[in-house]
């Protein structure tokens, strides 16, 4: 939309989640997907509508040599998180990640 600025509320919130295998040890290079609902705050149609605020809410990464993934600047409100192997089966994991608080998930891969 041309002539439409979209500002987001800075919501320097992160999630961090640790991928681990079926003994508890790190799997580097897992992926992990993050979706935020973003519904403990307010915005508008237009704004969920942006592009900024899909960036802001859908993010995708693998994890480091040591399992874990950090976002930041997640909004707060329910987070869904799947992860897995490349080529594995993925795992589901729901959370809800507090106004001003940080959220760290560790979950369990086949």
């Given at each position: 939309?041309?002539?439409?600025?979209?500002?987001?509320?800075?919501?320097?919130?992160?999630?961090?989640?640790?991928?681990?295998?079926?003994?508890?040890?790190?799997?580097?290079?897992?992926?992990?997907?993050?979706?935020?609902?973003?519904?403990?705050?307010?915005?508008?149609?237009?704004?969920?509508?942006?592009?900024?605020?899909?960036?802001?809410?859908?993010?995708?990464?693998?994890?480091?040599?040591?399992?874990?993934?950090?976002?930041?600047?997640?909004p707060p409100g329910r987070v869904t998180v799947v992860a897995g192997r490349p080529g594995?089966?993925?795992?589901?994991?729901?959370?809800?990640?507090?106004?001003?608080?940080?959220?760290?998930?560790?979950?369990?891969?086949?």
């Amino acid at each position: 939309m041309e002539g439409v600025t979209v500002r987001l509320a800075q919501v320097r919130q992160r999630v961090r989640v640790r991928v681990v295998g079926p003994g508890g040890a790190p799997v580097p290079g897992a992926m992990v997907r993050l979706q935020a609902s973003a519904e403990a705050l307010s915005y508008t149609g237009e704004q969920r509508r942006s592009r900024t605020f899909w960036e802001a809410t859908h993010r995708l990464s693998p994890a480091g040599t040591d399992g874990w993934v950090e976002f930041r600047g997640i909004p707060p409100g329910r987070v869904t998180v799947v992860a897995g192997r490349p080529g594995g089966k993925l795992v589901k994991q729901e959370a809800v990640l507090e106004l001003g608080r940080a959220l760290d998930l560790i979950v369990a891969v086949p």
